[in-house]
């Protein structure tokens, strides 16, 4: 394997790491929120300097004709119910990713999730609907159900600074569930002269994408076009067609790349190297792809435009409302607008912290929130941010002045919600750090991926063996990210309640002296140099020949003829080959690939982001000692 390319940068690839899709999405979703609010910003300056020409720029048809058949929309519909369709495509994407890789792969602990979702969803309702029953807007209260995940995981950030990530995936977990809801309710509520004959050309063309995502099929032709004609059908039947986006989403499937794959995709490029042709150009090309699973590609490829360019255009398309006092005098004594506020900024927090504690208190702490109650809080306060859906469906439900009080709540809701939720982790901050890890990390039981504990009498162990944290590293000699990591795992080590376990991965079909060196090294370990063995090779990754490994040997004064006699006979074979067999059961395809306290670290491997995972990792262990304790 070749040199990393940007080595000698400040922020290498190593670095950055190759972090999963959840991570991905939580970052994305954070840096594009100050887009989104840019563009608000923006449609709300626009919508008062130049009042006439936001609504006639967004009011200009746009048309697509082919034959004697045309499809003729306004800009604004084409952003709400077009480009809007592959922002619910890749939330699909990420629920479904939950389901098959996510905690959400214990199927019991989708229960929580669900019923504070759907209690987070009927208090704000039952609100909005106590200010309204009876008059004009009645009708709208959907508005008042769904929490603007990206919106809300954005400010979280801003206001949350140094809230684990934990507290940000459960925020995401429990809100998919009213996002899903949402889109149902779009679907059933607010889409009105239903047609059957488009619908149900909506539904096979929906069953033939399922049939072929079961069946494995590949090709991204197929579920374009059949994506396209789901989209048109439901379009032409009255039901608003970005249910399409959440649907297909929902039916790509989630998985690790697996080593075999990654091996045959290795041997490809080989291939190509040796005979540089057109044809095996394409073959390596699709070798390497076809490793990584259809909603990986997806979310790839889509995540991105959707949080950086189509739901900021949503904003600027929506978002602009004509301000003036006597209007915001109307809009705050409005029951639309008190609705929504008090919907979301009361009845959100109230919802999901009341039913979470409900749920455990009646499964006797069988099933409980996987962070601890102010977590909880924190994501009942910061989810009563409502813009994006929510003013999607104020869209369908409201026109004119109803409309506009509509928005005028929903952009009340950032204020409010970002500065309670700043408050609520304000307030954690002044207790005791055993008490604020308990408050954020809550004493849930943690998924563990690790299949095979680690074993002192067999395993390779530096550090404490009383340490609270544990960090096992799958490694290979003669890989390059590996020697990157070294230089932070020896800073790492200077941490005195850390234990560091370093495990074989040899990946021989593209580091062919990687299975060598690591035989070399459990001979060494044989006569009890392994960590002095395993630096020098880390050291010297370009020089592993084996005149080059008898040399280290010598430089250790180790018996270099007992080396090459086991070596020769692969003594150690069998004991890199049950680390190996542990990284297949684990779920390992890659070194350097790393464990905390038996849960796999997704992501970068620099100083910095391995130190807060490991510190998370100390409070989680605190906070177990004392339940332990107690």
């Not at 508005?143 to 979280?156: E, F, I, K, N, Q």
Request: net charge negative.
């Amino acid at each position: 394997m070749s040199e990393p390319t940007s080595r000698l940068s400040g922020r290498s690839l190593w670095t950055r790491g190759i972090a999963t899709p959840m991570r991905s999405f939580l970052r994305t979703e954070a840096g594009s929120s100050g887009v989104l609010a840019a563009a608000i910003v923006l449609a709300l300056l626009w919508a008062n300097l130049m009042p006439d020409t936001y609504e006639s720029f967004w009011h200009t048809d746009f048309s697509l004709k082919l034959g004697q058949e045309e499809l003729s929309l306004d800009l604004r519909e084409w952003i709400n119910s077009g480009l809007m369709t592959l922002f619910f495509l890749v939330v699909g994407l990420e629920a479904r990713r939950e389901f098959d890789l996510g905690d959400l792969r214990e199927r019991s602990r989708f229960v929580l999730p669900v019923v504070a979702g759907v209690a987070g969803m009927i208090l704000p309702i039952l609100v909005f609907v106590a200010f309204n029953a009876g008059g004009e807007g009645s009708h709208g209260w959907g508005v008042a159900m769904s929490t603007d995940t990206a919106l809300a995981l954005g400010l979280l950030a801003l206001v949350g600074r140094g809230v684990p990530d934990r507290v940000r995936v459960f925020l995401l977990t429990v809100f998919v569930v009213d996002d899903l809801i949402a889109l149902l309710v779009i679907a059933i509520v607010y889409s009105e002269n239903i047609a059957m004959m488009p619908l149900l050309a909506a539904i096979v063309a929906f069953g033939i994408i399922f049939a072929l995502s079961l069946a494995g099929v590949r090709n991204p032709f197929f579920y374009v076009f059949l994506g396209i004609v789901t989209w048109a059908a439901l379009l032409t039947s009255g039901v608003d067609p970005v249910v399409a986006g959440l649907a297909i989403g929902l039916t790509a499937p989630a998985y690790s790349p697996g080593r075999d794959d990654l091996e045959q995709a290795s041997g490809l490029f080989r291939l190509f190297r040796e005979q540089p042709t057109p044809e095996l150009a394409r073959s390596a090309t699709l070798g390497v792809t076809s490793t990584l699973s259809p909603n990986d590609r997806l979310q790839h490829f889509y995540h991105p435009w959707t949080s950086y360019l189509i739901v900021p255009l949503f904003g600027l398309a929506n978002a602009g409302i004509s301000i003036h006092p006597d209007f915001l005098a109307q809009a705050y004594t409005s029951p639309i607008t008190l609705g929504i506020i008090l919907g979301y900024t009361f009845g959100k927090p109230i919802a999901v912290t009341v039913s979470s504690w409900a749920l455990n208190r009646f499964t006797k702490g069988r099933v409980k929130p996987l962070v601890g109650w102010v977590g909880v809080l924190g994501s009942g306060t910061i989810a009563g941010i409502g813009f994006t859906v929510s003013l999607l469906i104020a869209t369908l439900a409201f026109e004119g002045d109803a409309l506009a009080e509509a928005k005028v709540g929903l952009l009340s809701t950032l204020v409010i919600a970002s500065a309670v939720t700043w408050t609520v982790f304000r307030a954690a901050k002044l207790l005791s750090p055993p008490q604020k890890a308990a408050a954020l990390l809550g004493d849930a039981e943690q998924l563990i991926d690790l299949v095979d504990e680690v074993d002192p009498d067999n395993d390779h162990v530096r550090g404490p063996a009383t340490a609270s944290v544990t960090l096992v590293e799958y490694g290979d000699f003669e890989c390059p990210y590996c020697g990157l990591a070294e230089t932070v795992v020896r800073d790492l080590l200077k941490d005195d309640d850390l234990r560091y376990v370093w495990r074989h991965l040899p990946l021989t079909d593209v580091h062919p002296r990687a299975q060598i060196a690591a035989e070399v090294s459990e001979a060494a370990a044989a006569q009890g140099a392994f960590w002095e063995m395993h630096d020098l090779l880390l050291a010297n990754q370009d020089k592993l020949q084996p005149s080059d490994l008898m040399r280290y040997a010598k430089q250790l004064g180790l018996d270099d003829d007992r080396i090459h006699d086991e070596v020769k006979r692969h003594v150690a074979a069998g004991r890199v080959a049950r680390d190996v067999e542990t990284a297949d059961l684990s779920g390992v395809s890659g070194t350097p690939t790393f464990f905390i306290n038996g849960q796999r670290h997704y992501g970068a491997y620099d100083i910095e982001t391995l130190t807060k995972a490991i510190k998370t990792a100390r409070a989680r262990a605190m906070v177990a000692e004392m339940n332990g304790g107690n």
